[in-house]
Nanobody, 117 residues
Framework: QVQLVESGGGLVQAGGSLRLSCAAS????????IAWFRQAPGKEREFVGG????????TYADSVKGRFTISGDNAKNTVYLQMNNLKPGDTATYYC??????????WGQGTQVTVSS
């Protein structure tokens, strides 16, 4: 199975942009769906969006539609989360996760995104 490593988090002002990366190891990358989740302190984990690697189809939570874009580079086994027009409410630890079904059983370590007002 794949292993996931996120990177790209940081501190940004409201209205700014960040791009997160989720690098996957393993030779079966194309069979997975990769999703981004986030969790803010004191809040439940929230689905942000997903990327089906073999079809390159995407889904997004309503809260990020039009601001966030998920893409993938199969040659690099990497999925990206481009976040534009960031808001303080986007502050959270962002995780990527992988599944070959509907249950996300493979998780990265997370990367912190902080948006200042």
């Amino acid at each position: 199975q794949v292993q996931l490593v996120e990177s790209g988090g940081g501190l940004v002002q409201a209205g700014g942009s960040l791009r997160l990366s989720c690098a996957a190891s393993g030779r079966t990358f194309s069979s997975y769906t990769i999703a981004w989740f986030r969790q803010a302190p004191g809040k439940e984990r929230e689905f942000v969006g997903g990327f089906r690697v073999n079809t390159r189809s995407t889904t997004y939570a309503d809260s990020v539609k039009g601001r966030f874009t998920i893409s993938g580079d199969n040659a690099k086994n990497t999925v990206y989360l481009q976040m534009n027009n960031l808001k303080p409410g986007d502050t959270a630890t962002y995780y990527c996760a992988a599944t070959t079904s509907s249950y996300y059983n493979i998780w990265g370590q997370g990367t912190q995104v902080t948006v200042s007002s």
